[in-house]
């Protein structure tokens, strides 16, 4: 079974930038797809980005294209996201998710493997 743990969340402005790290225990790491959601006060989880197994597929929502990046180092069994000028409203619970899959796409149904979140908070 799979332990993911995030890290890098914070407290930051509108227009600046945070990266963060997901740390998976699982030496089988490299097979997994692995994506980002996140959840804000009173609403949904929602898809971010998601990244497959060997790194050579990504997927963003419409909201974070062009600022967001999702990025992989198997050989350290860790998953990144660098988040550039983010806006109030991303203000939230970021959360890594792994699926046995190779690539799991923005359907969080077919994720295993979930942290327990890091919070971002971005001050207007």
């Known amino acids: 079974q799979a332990q993911l743990v995030e890290s890098g969340g914070g407290l930051v402005q509108t227009g600046d930038s945070l990266r963060l790290s997901c740390a998976a225990s699982r030496r089988t790491f490299s097979s997994y797809g692995m994506g980002w959601f996140r959840q804000a006060s009173g609403k949904e989880r929602e898809f971010v980005a998601a990244?497959?197994?060997?790194?050579?597929?990504?997927n963003y929502a419409d909201s974070v294209k062009g600022r967001f990046t999702i990025s992989r180092d198997n050989a350290k069994n860790t998953m990144y996201l660098q988040m550039n000028s983010l806006k109030h409203e991303e203000t939230a619970v970021y959360y890594c998710?792994?699926?046995?899959?190779?690539?799991?796409?923005?359907?969080?149904?077919?994720?295993?493997?979930w942290g327990q979140g890091t919070k971002v908070t971005v001050s207007s």
């Open positions: 990244i497959g197994s060997s790194g050579g597929v990504r």
């Open positions: 998710a792994a699926t046995s899959q190779p690539f799991g796409g923005n359907n969080f149904r077919v994720y295993d493997y």
